[in-house]
Every structure is written in structure tokens, then in C-alpha cells.
């Protein structure tokens, strides 16, 4: 979607000066390393586009995880909307995990928290690391929540997040429910086969 938006006829659609780019979740890892956020969306989109360097606000990950979280809640605040201490986001894009996690909002993490950013220890694959992520708090603001979602192995967490029991704990999506916003579930073919 990143490549396609930085292509004509895209590209020309978009009033790129006003647009201010904000990181829902990242990894703990350094802006350059191909696994960061960051670098994905700057490769693919952010250096083909006119977007000002000063409306990126990307996470600091040079820091350690609690701090990187305190300085991204900060940045959050200076450009808030009040009377949130954030902004109220237009357009939200979200992923879904096969475990049911969206942004870095894991299976087992704490249900809700007022705070804007959470540090967090992923185990995925066996291959722990820390992330800075965004909470319900702050994402459950947008006007327009989209959850792009694709692949037949996301079917069925698919299904238990839109149709299954409330079960915030085991399925983090769950907890997306905007509170004056509108929620869009995009789903290829495979991703909808069990709904």
C-alpha cells in the first residue's frame, strides 16, 4: 500500500505538506535496521513523497524501551488535541497478528492502562525483543480506524476478534473499538474465508 500511495496517480491526491506521520508501534531497533517501522515506511513511502521532516515523528529508539515509551508519549502531547494528551488521529492502520495482537498489543498484556505508550517484550518466533507501542488509550481516539489484514492463516483469529467472545486478554484487537470513530476491516479473500 506504501509503494502504491508514493506512485502516481496517488501521490498527487495527497496534500503531503499538511500530512503529520506517527508510528502506532515499533520495534527497539535501530532506525536503519531493516526489521524497524520507521525504515519500512521511509523506504517505501516517506523519501518519495514532498512530507516535512519535522512532521515525522518517528520513535526514538536509540533510547532504551521505558524511556523511548516516556519521550513517544511526549511527542504525543505536544502535538495533542485536547482535551486528549494526543492527537486525535484521522486515519489509523492497523495489522493483525495470527496470535490475535494488533499494533504491540500482545496476548497477555495488561487489558487497558490510561497511559499513551507502553514499553513491551514481544517473544515472537522465539526471538524476544522490545517494542514502544501505542495503547487502547490513544487508538480507540481515531476518526477512522482501518485494519489491513491478509493471508488465509489470519482467518480464523480473524473470525474470533469480529464474531467470538469477548476476550480482550487472549485477543488484543478485541480492544479496538473507536469511541467516536469509524472501525474498517480490510480482509483479502484468505483472511475472509471463515467469517
Not at 511527542?75 to 495470527?98: A, C, H, K, T, Y
Not at 496470535?99 to 487489558?111: I, K, M, Q, V, Y
Not at 469477548?166 to 488484543?172: D, K, R
Amino acid at each position: 500500500m506504501y509503494a502504491l500511495l508514493a506512485r502516481s496517480p496517488y501521490r498527487e491526491l495527497i496534500d503531503w505538506p499538511r500530512l503529520h506521520v506517527f508510528w502506532g508501534d515499533e520495534r527497539c531497533v535501530p532506525a536503519e535496521d531493516l526489521n524497524s517501522n520507521y525504515r519500512q515506511a521511509h523506504d517505501l513511502l516517506l523519501s518519495h513523497v514532498p512530507v516535512p521532516p519535522e512532521n515525522i515523528h518517528r520513535v526514538r529508539t536509540e533510547l532504551d524501551p521505558e524511556p523511548a515509551a516516556e519521550d513517544y508519549a511526549l511527542v504525543l502531547r505536544m502535538n495533542s488535541s485536547p482535551p486528549l494528551n494526543w492527537p486525535r488521529f484521522d486515519l489509523i492502520l492497523l495489522g493483525l497478528g495470527e496470535d490475535g495482537h494488533t499494533a504491540s498489543l500482545f496476548p497477555g498484556s495488561r487489558e487497558e492502562t490510561s497511559r499513551p505508550t507502553v514499553a513491551v517484550k514481544a517473544d515472537l518466533q522465539d526471538q524476544p525483543s522490545w517494542r514502544v507501542s501505542m495503547t487502547p488509550s490513544v487508538l480507540n481516539w481515531g476518526r477512522r480506524i482501518v485494519f489491513l489484514v491478509q493471508g488465509a492463516g489470519k482467518s480464523k483469529v480473524v473470525a474470533g476478534v469480529l464474531y467470538g467472545v469477548w476476550q480482550p486478554e487472549q485477543l488484543p484487537a478485541q480492544r479496538i473499538r473507536p469511541e467516536d470513530g469509524e472501525l474498517i476491516w480490510l480482509l483479502d479473500a484468505g483472511a475472509a474465508s471463515s467469517t
